[in-house]
C-alpha cells in the first residue's frame, strides 16, 4: 500500500488549494480513504472521510463548508478541496486508508496559511 500527497505549498489567507493523493497496491475503489492533518505542537487530527463510491463523506466541523473531499476511482486518486483557508489550517495534510491490514499513510504534504 502506498499513498503519495501533493499540492500543499505557501498559502494567503482567504485563499484555496487542492491536495491530492495518488493511492496504488490496493483496490482503490473498494476502500474509505481518509485526510488527517497535524499542526506544529499538535496532535494529528481527522479531517475528512469518503466511502469507496464516493457518495458518502463526513468532514470535521472545524473545516465543513470549506473543505471538500473527493475521490476520482479511475485515477486512484482522492482530494481534498481547501478553500478560506486561515492560519488556523496550517498542517502538515496526510492521506490514509486502512486496507489489506495496513493502517496506511502517507509523507504528508506542508500547507501554511499566511500572507
Known amino acids: 500500500v502506498q499513498l503519495v500527497e501533493s499540492g500543499g505549498g505557501l498559502v494567503q489567507p482567504g485563499g484555496s488549494v487542492r491536495l491530492s493523493c495518488a493511492a496504488s497496491?490496493?483496490?482503490?475503489?473498494?476502500?474509505?480513504m481518509r485526510w488527517y492533518r497535524q499542526a506544529p505542537g499538535k496532535e494529528r487530527e481527522f479531517v475528512a472521510r469518503?466511502?469507496?463510491?464516493?457518495?458518502?463523506?463526513n468532514h470535521v466541523n472545524s473545516v465543513k463548508g470549506r473543505f471538500t473531499i473527493s475521490r476520482d476511482n479511475a485515477q486512484n486518486t482522492v482530494y481534498l478541496q481547501m478553500n478560506s483557508l486561515t492560519p488556523e489550517d496550517t498542517a502538515v495534510y496526510y492521506c490514509n486508508v486502512y486496507a489489506l491490514g495496513q493502517d496506511a499513510w502517507g509523507q504528508g504534504t506542508q500547507v501554511t496559511v499566511s500572507s
Open positions: 469518503i466511502s469507496p463510491d464516493g457518495g458518502s463523506t
Open positions: 497496491g490496493f483496490t482503490f475503489s473498494m476502500f474509505d
